[in-house]
């Protein structure tokens, strides 16, 4: 079987409706809404593939690609690995996930699919008064000061350099890694906080997202070489917390791998609590390994 | 409408539904809200809610997904 392209919106429609009438017992993982769809299928990196017990949708982001899936039950199945690894994500309530099923990926780890990892959504609502949060990145940046560093604000001309630095601590299988393209956006509408030496280099970066009402962030990571030392973690949540107060947003969302400990224990501190939301990865290795 | 209210109170029983109509457009529902939503409805009412439906203005309040409930009803 081989991968076809997804044109735009109605195609992508009509293909699950066709799966739909096919097989209406039909379960799906699939959470791109409409401006997704349009965007990736835009972009060209939005394929489909006919399984014999529904279809596949495949986004390709960059060194793999981004399977949902549309099947009709839980049984087994053939599906054969790409060019590219293949990852699938489920996000579930944590209580569901137990009260309803002890094995819940028979039908992928059946095809060679192994749990990669799994993240826990974590969210702060409603936000501390601006005036607190204010004092506390004040604080924070002092005790960044006084160590020889800054925070600031990323720009284009550092593109290479933020890269370099989720490239060296990031998963490669991180679903919102951003292309070039992507990134100068970001870094132009100043979306990227950063921490900077007496140098101007980066020691740590983090990615701002507005959405509807409420702020993610993203690709928090502090240079090996600066962990544990002056609190630049703290520093670029808080200016997260301040920019998201300041933008009128009442909550603000993260998801982190649940394995890691110094980011979960730097959400607690600052207030963030677990929603109970869970994200399980699933991971294909690509044709020949 | 009561089947409604009882779908959107499992899905996150902390939201007043009564009096907001920015679901989406304030953050209150996301995209896995929206998907979890939309297979309930499709069961609870016999109706094909399509991708091209799964827009805020379809979704930011109790009245506008009752009209869309109504409106795909008709369509069967």
Redesign the interface.
Known sequence: MCLERVVDLQHFSALVQQVKRQHPAVRSNCYLLPEAITRCAGQGRLYYERLESGSAFLCAEGSYYHLYYYVEGDRPFCYNPKDKPVIIETVYKAAERQANQSEPFSQWTANGFVLHKTSRQFMLNPLPAREQLAEQLAQAKARLHDAGFELATAGAAQLTEVQALWAGALDPFDFTYLSDEELRCELDQGRVSCVADACGSLCAVLLIIFERGASNCRHLVTGAAYRRSVGMGTALVLDWLVKAAAQGKSKCLAWIDQTNIPSLNLFAKLGFQATGRLSDQLLLAQKGV | MDKLLEILHELRPELDYAHND?L?????L???D??TLVGELNDAFDI?I???D???ENFNSVAAMWSLIQRLREQV
């Open positions: 920015s989406i457009d304030g953050g209150h996301d995209s896995f929206i998907v094909e399509g991708v091209e799964l827009i805020p």
